[in-house]
Nanobody, 117 residues
Framework: QVQLVESGGGLVQPGGSLNLSCVASGFDFTKAAMSWYRQAPGEERAFVASSFHAGASTNYACSVKGRFTISRDNAKNTVYLQMSSLKPKDTAVYYC??????????WGQGTQVTVSS
């Protein structure tokens, strides 16, 4: 049974910081590429960041580069998204995504991030 559980979402003021976590189970996390996506109201789901299984290779959307950091702890089957200098446009539901080594794809249920004063 594959499961991705996001946590850490909430309300934060513009310029603030927030850290998200995604705990994975039911597949070999150490061989999976992990990503974060987000979906703002009225918009399509968009790529945010990814980390390949080695952890050294990461990708970021241009809109978050320099503000967000993706990291992972394979011993804890957890991927993180550290967010700083948050803007109202960052408001969205953030989803955890996994591609395992056999190219199977999994999604979490999402966690709401709201950036507002």
């Amino acid at each position: 049974q594959v499961q991705l559980v996001e946590s850490g979402g909430g309300l934060v003021q513009p310029g603030g910081s927030l850290n998200l976590s995604c705990v994975a189970s039911g597949f070999d996390f150490t061989k999976a590429a992990m990503s974060w996506y987000r979906q703002a109201p009225g918009e399509e789901r968009a790529f945010v960041a990814s980390s390949f299984h080695a952890g050294a290779s990461t990708n970021y959307a241009c809109s978050v580069k320099g503000r967000f950091t993706i990291s992972r702890d394979n011993a804890k089957n957890t991927v993180y998204l550290q967010m700083s200098s948050l803007k109202p446009k960052d408001t969205a539901v953030y989803y955890c995504n996994a591609h395992d080594y056999r190219d199977r794809e999994y999604w979490g249920q999402g966690t709401q991030v709201t950036v507002s004063s």
